[in-house]
Nanobody, 117 residues
Framework: QVQLVESGGGLVQPGGSPRLSCAAS????????MGWFRQAPGKQRELVAR???????NYLDSVKDRFTISRDNAKNTVSLQMNSLKSEDTAVYYC???????????WGQGTQVTVSS
């Protein structure tokens, strides 16, 4: 059974730097590309950052230079370091695992990040 468990969300002040983590089980983690998506109220879910099995990364334009995705294959975890948070970063953040394009998509339950003073 595949499980993706996110942690690290919460209420953050503008300019804050929280770190989200996702612990994966039930998959051969090292071969999966891992991603962080987010969904704000009334908006579609969007890809925030992704890291391939080889370590290549890509980011949503609005978070480039502020967010960093990383993975630890020894611990089966993927993290998202978020810096300089803005109100528009408020959303539920979801961890995603997919072995290849068109393959099964696995999702975590999501963690709320609210940016507010």
């Amino acid at each position: 059974q595949v499980q993706l468990v996110e942690s690290g969300g919460g209420l953050v002040q503008p300019g804050g730097s929280p770190r989200l983590s996702c612990a994966a089980s039930g998959i051969i983690f090292s071969i999966y590309r891992m991603g962080w998506f987010r969904q704000a109220p009334g908006k579609q879910r969007e890809l925030v950052a992704r890291i391939t099995s080889g370590g290549s990364t890509n980011y949503l334009d609005s978070v480039k230079d502020r967010f960093t995705i990383s993975r630890d294959n020894a611990k089966n975890t993927v993290s998202l370091q978020m810096n300089s948070l803005k109100s528009e970063d408020t959303a539920v953040y979801y961890c995603n695992a997919q072995a290849f394009t068109g393959g099964p998509n696995y999702w975590g339950q999501g963690t709320q990040v609210t940016v507010s003073s």
